[in-house]
């Protein structure tokens, strides 16, 4: 007999989610993605001064500001046709890798982890054995026994104090668990090592950015960081040999422990390789910049149909017209008013009108975005495969590295139809991961070779027409494509719309009924305790959600929420 199963809320990411399941004979036949809040920052756009834009927009998310900032500016820019100074572009490039950075160390140790690792059994492991373990994978130097050892005491302190703290949350001693105790101690130890590691990403985005989150920095046109090789108060060489010298510390951590922790979770998980393939439409979208003009790109982009790397279709430049011309939106089962058929950005609306959650007619506040009339999926996994169809050595080399890892500690081959699967994804983040770490020294090279030259501009003034003009600007950001679409008449915004990556990823069913890619990827799984839905999770955490980009919530009584009091 069919059972139904409600979480609410999805915890372990950032925003709101609910994901409703129908398991029938312990595997889920049916599924519902609901967004249960509403982003009304595009109805706060409406009017205001094009500029601003990228400022407002960052407070879509509490995590995911600088993405952002950098696609708004992109969207004005490409409205306006301006060119943008190698030098910004270069800084913009070092924020968003390094930003990138620290979203994909999170997402695989704090946010995903304990789906696969179970922590108190690591109670149970020997630290020498642990250790052992560690250093025959890696040359880490904090991989040895003392180091084992400190955590395992540590984690017993926990226990025995009958508060788990971070590790509160939990399905510990789950059947679907499979680490041993040694290699869940040596997860944990980098799960706590990460949590210095990832603040030296966050470090080099505050450097460039004045702050994070939400950067001061960038504006319509460039960024407003003057350079100068003898001021402590602007871009100094001073700061640029700390980014580096930060950039050295995420690279070892990066090959050394991340990729391998990666590798050894698929080895140790092989069957994920066949679980929450869903929609295999993939779209992805080409970046870091190499010119004013954004007609050359580190990484490559396009779409890629039902999974197929012979019918890749490129995406090139800003502006492209394959990305123009086949974005559109439904709001057929999303709470808000509609009844227009699928609108595209330019013409989007966001009206709310909520109805409660019916699961045959509106469920969600997210939109249901669709590239040609069809759902795609987001994310790195799509970044990984389009640049396989693009024939991007750079970053497919870093694949070979991960799969062959995985043969050498499981014993088992993964196939390049494995990674569409929910270890598939987690599997292509740690690809770019190692591709990124490569791309923010590069950037550091050129914006020190530009410097050198004696090159310090970094800003070229906006200059808007009285009529109307119309852009949209994407960057490829952690979690996948991103996109915000600006039409300005008079020098004012008359209507602005982003598309987001968990807007692809978590959309309810479209126009057609299509399930969206959260919804597709759980059809199939099994689930060895309905009453403890560990693989819903598992699946769901490989996207990396964050709702707080797909809605927000307003409060129309303007009720006080919370009051803090600066000291």
């Known amino acids: ?26 595997k889920v036949t049916d599924a519902w993605a609901s967004g249960t809040m509403w982003r009304g920052v595009e109805q706060i756009l409406l009017g205001r001064d094009p500029r601003d834009a990228w400022a407002i927009t960052q407070r879509f998310c509490g995590v995911c500001t600088t993405v952002h900032a950098i696609a708004s500016v992109r969207a004005v820019e490409n409205a306006l046709q301006l060119a943008v100074p190698k030098n910004a572009q270069y800084i913009r490039n070092l924020m968003i890798a390094a930003h990138a950075i620290h979203d994909e160390i999170v997402h695989f140790y704090h946010l995903s982890a304990l789906d696969w690792v179970d922590v108190t059994s690591a109670l149970k492991a020997d630290p020498k054995a642990t250790a052992d373990l560690a250093e025959s994978l890696s040359p880490w130097p904090m991989n040895g026994v003392r180091v084992q050892e400190a955590t395992k005491e540590r984690l017993s302190g926990l226990v025995a104090s009958g508060q788990l703290g971070i590790f509160a949350n939990g399905y510990w001693g789950h059947p679907a668990m499979k680490l ?7 997860a944990v130890t980098h799960y706590l090592q990460a949590l210095d590691v990832q603040r030296k990403a966050n ?19 460039g960024v407003s960081n003057p350079i100068a090789t003898n001021s402590q108060s602007v871009l100094s060489l001073e700061r640029l040999l700390a980014i580096k010298e930060h950039i050295d510390e995420l690279k070892a951590f990066i090959s050394q422990v991340y990729v391998v922790d990666v590798a050894a979770v698929a080895a140790f998980y092989p069957e994920w390789t066949q679980i929450g393939k869903g929609v295999t439409n993939y779209l992805a979208a080409p970046d870091f910049p190499l010119d004013e003009k954004g007609t050359k790109f580190v990484t490559s982009g396009g779409y890629i149909p039902g999974g197929d790397l012979a019918a890749f279709k490129p995406i090139t430049t800003f502006g492209d017209p394959l990305l123009h011309d086949n974005v559109a939106e439904s709001v057929k089962h999303s709470w808000y008013q509609g009844g227009k058929g699928p609108l595209h950005p330019y013409k989007g609306e966001t009206v709310a009108e909520y109805t409660d959650f019916q699961p045959q007619a509106k469920y969600s506040f997210v939109k249901s975005p669709t590239f040609a009339g069809q759902p795609a999926q987001v994310g790195p996994l799509a970044r990984v495969l389009v640049a396989a169809a693009a024939n991007d050595t750079a970053i497919t080399k870093h694949l070979t590295t991960v799969l062959g890892l995985v043969e050498a500690v499981g014993k088992i081959k993964v196939p390049l139809e494995g990674l569409h699967s929910t270890i598939g994804r987690h599997a292509a983040r740690a690809v770019m991961c190692a591709r990124n770490i490569e791309i923010l020294e590069d950037q550091w090279n050129l914006l020190m070779a530009s410097i050198a030259s004696g090159d310090v501009h970094t800003f070229e003034k906006p200059v808007f027409p009285s009529g109307e003009v119309a852009g949209f600007g994407f960057h490829e950001a952690p979690r996948g494509m991103l996109s915000h679409w600006v039409v300005i008449a008079g020098g004012v915004i008359k209507n602005y719309q982003a598309v987001v990556p968990t807007t692809w990823n978590a959309a309810p069913r479209n126009e057609s009924d299509q399930l969206g890619p959260y919804e597709a990827s759980l059809l199939g799984t099994p689930l060895a305790d309905p009453e403890r839905p560990l693989e819903v999770l598992r699946t769901i955490h490989s996207f990396d959600p964050c709702l707080a980009c797909a809605v927000h919530l307003v409060d129309p009584s303007r009720r006080d929420i919370v009051s803090v009091r600066a000291l």
């Not at 041993?180 to 040596?186: A, F, K, T």
């Not at 470090?203 to 046109?221: E, F, R």
Request: proline share 8%; charged share 20%.
């Open 1 to 26: 007999m069919a059972k139904h199963i409600t979480i609410d809320p999805i915890t372990r990411i950032e925003g709101h989610l609910r994901i409703d399941c129908e398991v029938d004979a312990g």
């Open 203 to 221: 470090k080099i985005v505050a450097i460039l950015g004045s702050k994070t989150p939400h950067i001061q920095n960038v504006a319509v046109g």
């Open 180 to 186: 041993p105790p040694e290699v869940n101690l040596l």
